[in-house]
């Protein structure tokens, strides 16, 4: 069965550069980096306003949107690093938005 592209490539405009990381260290105390990338996504940004004892913090967060899997050796994508519009973001957390049947949909790495 052909499953609808919820994120098809038309949509995926924007340059970006993705290193992702796997479970442990290097010897030398560095996270491993298993996929590294540079790929065309769907970026969407924002900021939220946090307040705390000194008065205010401004959290920037966006989410990359990719169509299928980007990483398909990596059952689970639980970090790493993007480039996007110039400015380094940490990945938050990845998620692999499944069909029915179990193939990936597509992939959104959430960022701050």
């Given at each position: 069965m052909k499953y609808?592209?919820?994120?098809?490539?038309?949509?995926?405009?924007?340059?970006?550069?993705?290193?992702?990381?796997?479970e442990g260290l290097t010897e030398r105390g560095e996270p491993i980096t298993v996929f590294e990338a540079d790929l065309m996504c769907n970026y969407q940004d924002g900021a939220k306003t946090v307040m705390t004892q000194q008065k205010k913090l401004v959290e920037i967060s966006g989410r990359a949107f990719f169509n299928g899997d980007i990483a398909p050796d990596m059952p689970v994508i639980s970090g790493g690093e993007v480039k996007v519009f110039g400015v380094r973001r940490h990945v938050l957390r990845g998620l692999k938005a499944r069909n029915p049947d179990g193939t990936v949909n597509y992939t959104c790495l959430e960022l701050i």
């Open positions: 609808v592209k919820l994120v098809p490539d038309a949509v995926c405009k924007t340059p970006i550069s993705v290193k992702l990381h796997g």
